[in-house]
């Protein structure tokens, strides 16, 4: 009865005369920063939750949007080989249309330490139906080549490898011709054409898709210097990949036009 009596004349006291008034802030000043400090290691939690959380979601719209951005990119450079095809061919009658590729997204997942070697490392493999000697592009051309593959991941040589051949053309002229690797990042050549060929600086080369592992159409490089000296038997054409050959993380493996990622 005496804690209650005491209990009821402190309310009292609080309630009329706010007697309690200088007590509560004291000890809310007190409280206070003990709460803060209790509460700091949730609070910090929430924050870095927060951030992995959003970059986690922004990491993924970007891919998406980076894939996106790859297709439409390919489509585009096949509608333009198309159009000149046609202008080419416009009499001939009969002539079968070309069906749409079949590709998969890939991520570079790795790099080799030799900087000579001019490979790069997936993360789609026979589990997910890839196949050795499918070609590898970008939203601006042609990569490389599947050389190897494993069950969770698949090797590509780079265009740029100096093992590396591709049949191509010369899209102005249809001019057909073989591209060779050189080394270096940013720069690959044409060999054995004589000093009569029709090829000027600025020309798009594509593949020519006669060899039956590159689908036709697929822009590789331009032509940036020609050198028609006499010591030379042969024209010397020097061009520029259109992919990004050091720079891409995400990339598109590409089946043959009719035959899909996974099938002989």
Do not use: W
Not at 40 to 45: D, K, R, S, V
């Amino acid at each position: 009865m005496i804690y209650i009596l005491l209990s009821i004349v402190i309310i009292i006291a609080d309630v009329r005369f706010h007697a309690l008034h200088l007590f509560r802030a004291g000890m809310y000043s007190l409280i206070t920063p003990a709460t803060e400090l209790i509460a700091a290691p949730y609070l910090t939690y929430e924050k870095v939750n927060g951030f992995f959380v959003k970059h986690a979601q922004l990491q993924r719209e970007n891919d998406a949007l980076r894939s996106r951005a790859v297709n439409y990119a390919t489509t585009l450079q096949r509608y333009q080989d198309l159009t000149l095809e046609n202008n080419r061919l416009r009499a001939l009658l009969g002539a079968q249309s070309r069906t749409p590729l079949h590709t998969q997204l890939a991520e570079i997942i790795g790099i080799p330490r030799d900087p000579y070697l001019r490979l790069v490392t997936l993360n789609r493999g026979s589990q997910q139906g890839v196949i050795a000697g499918t070609a590898v592009i970008d939203e601006t051309g042609l990569i490389g080549q599947i050389t190897q593959v494993y069950p969770y991941s698949s090797e590509v040589t780079l265009l740029t490898n100096k093992d590396q051949s591709v049949p191509v053309m010369v899209q102005r002229t249809g001019q057909r011709a073989v591209l060779f690797g050189t080394g270096i990042d940013d720069m690959v050549e044409i060999r054995y054409l004589p000093h009569s060929t029709d090829v000027r600086a600025g020309d798009l080369i594509t593949t020519s898709g006669i060899d039956g592992v590159y689908p036709s159409g697929l822009s590789v490089a331009r032509v940036t210097q020609i050198d028609l000296s006499s010591s030379r038997a042969f024209a010397h054409i020097i061009c520029k990949p259109l992919a990004a050959i050091d720079r891409n993380r995400l990339v598109l493996i590409v089946t043959s036009p009719t035959t899909p990622i996974g099938k002989p």
